[in-house]
């Protein structure tokens, strides 16, 4: 059944003539991008970490990437760590491999059905993330420009160091290629900040001393969400402004990865706020309940500014500012209290109501950011 399948993916890949749905590789997309953009590009902010939510029912740490802005583009550059990028033979055949460090125009990162990688970038990671997952952008304004073209530059390093197969390097023990445990997408970020743009107070971790043991390495591994909570911090020390974009899941995507061995539609996958390590994450989505996803949900929320999302009728985007974003030490001040009042409520088992309002979990369009109590799942 599996062989029939497939034999008839290719096929529809092969013939000119089937016309590919809204939302599907290769399909239409919103007539609007350019202009949506446009919009939010007049606020002058520098650069924009990208986290994405989790597909999976439990231990989903979804995935992290930067957006550097380039004042000569019409469209920011997004790097981001190729999660096939691990000589794996398997990888080889039918997904991009050439780089470690992909480079894509955000629009297309975010929007597009089609790749300038070509025909083996992954739909849903490499470009339409939107049709898969909702993904949380963390604007920052301020940043010197030596500092852009230092991170870049150090993303390019990851490129020529995968290339050579070199091992054993500042950033990482080892051979420099992809490891979901060990050179992920969270601790290639970080490490272009601590090494290249000169953070040296960063805490980047090294999982290497369990090469052998995974699950010890899992508890050293860099988390997305923690990653970007601690460059947040890094960029107020520095004297950065920062506000927040919430991109949120088109829920109505049908497309199968053909790809996957379970064959679910986008629109089908849970869409979960990526969980830091702790007692949450292998919770379902909306029942997270320990202080350090609360915190980062609630900060997040307090710092938003743009919601954008895919309108179900008209198939265009849409853009709305709902609130003022607080400056970040006044939302961290509010996002503790609350996350410890809340967390404390939730581990005595109380009836309460939520002090904290956390970014959204669900594609749901009603508002900014969605709230979600404890017992609303995807």
């Not at 802005?69 to 055949?93: I, M």
């Not at 990162?109 to 939107?130: H, P, R, V």
């Not at 090494?195 to 699950?215: C, D, K, M, Q």
Request: hydrophobic share 40%.
């Amino acid at each position: 059944m599996h062989f029939i399948w497939s034999l008839a993916a290719a096929f529809f890949w092969m013939s000119p003539t089937v016309a590919a749905d809204f939302a599907h590789r290769g399909g239409p997309e919103p007539a609007n991008i350019e202009a949506v953009s446009k919009q939010l590009n007049a606020d002058p902010f520098d650069m924009e970490l990208l986290i994405s939510f989790g597909t999976s029912k439990g231990g989903s740490a979804g995935h992290l990437a930067l957006a550097i802005r380039d004042q000569t583009r019409d469209d920011d550059l997004v790097y981001s760590a190729n999660f096939y990028a691990d000589r794996d033979p398997k990888h080889a055949e039918n997904f991009y491999t050439q780089n470690l460090m992909v480079r894509i125009p955000k629009n297309e990162y975010l929007f597009k059905t089609s790749s300038s990688l070509g025909e083996n970038a992954s739909f849903g990671l490499d470009f339409g993330e939107i049709y898969k997952r909702s993904v949380i952008g963390i604007r920052a304004y301020g940043v010197p420009a030596e500092e852009k073209a230092a991170l870049a530059a150090y993303f390019q390093r990851f490129n020529d160091d995968f290339r050579a197969r070199t091992s054993n390097v500042e950033y990482h023990l080892g051979e420099v290629k992809y490891d979901y445990l060990r050179l992920n997408c969270a601790k290639t970020i970080g490490s272009a900040f601590k090494f290249g743009a000169g953070y040296t107070e960063l805490a980047v971790s090294n999982p290497w001393l369990f090469t052998n043991i995974r699950a010890l390495a899992a508890l050293r591994s860099n988390i997305p969400t923690e990653m970007a909570m601690k460059l947040v911090e890094a960029w107020n020390k520095r004297g950065y402004g920062m506000d927040v974009v919430l991109y949120k899941k088109y829920a109505g995507s049908s497309y199968v990865d053909p790809h996957e061995e379970e064959k679910i539609s986008f629109g089908d996958l849970p869409n979960r706020f990526p969980s830091v390590l702790s007692r949450d994450f292998r919770r379902e989505a909306g029942a997270y309940e320990d202080y350090d996803n609360l915190y980062a949900m609630y900060l997040l929320y307090n710092m938003g500014k743009y919601s954008v999302w895919i309108d179900e009728r008209t198939k265009r985007l849409e853009i709305e500012k709902s609130k003022q974003p607080m400056i970040y030490p006044t939302a961290v001040q509010l996002a503790v209290e609350s996350a410890r009042s809340d967390s404390d409520s939730y581990r005595r088992g109380l009836i309460f109501r939520a002090k904290g309002t956390r970014i959204g979990e669900q594609p749901n369009n009603t508002h900014l950011y969605d709230y979600i109590t404890k017992d609303k799942v995807d």
